[in-house]
């Protein structure tokens, strides 16, 4: 499935979250922009958000974060996958095409420090606009 930057679909309701880091061990200094992305079929509902994160206008990460429960997930994809040895989909993960051009535990690490109530309700809104707009 494709996915789609939340701005290209719904527009200036769109907020990318920017952060400066400096001094980091791990992660060069410098703005990290997090766009968020969701996926383009209005028949699904996989509740999840694929962040690209760039710095310096290179991608150097992509995050998925799945904002409900495992159970949800495992209910959603029909209970079938339980022995799989996919990572779950519920809370954030690397992605499997991560370019990875920064230390990715640090990265990982980073995103769920930044991870609030606030940047969470975003996603949430996000993806709730984004696939109504994509339903017309
Ligand atoms: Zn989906």
Redesign the pocket.
Known sequence: ?DFIPAGEIIGDAHQVRLVRIAQNPLLPDGEYKFIDS??S?PN???R?TMIQVMHNKKLVSIINYGWETPAFYEKWLGNKEKDDPMPSMSGASIDINSPNLVDTEEMLALFNTLLNDIWIAKFKNHYKKFKAAIAQ
């Open positions: 499935m969701y996926c079929d699904c509902d996989c999840k």
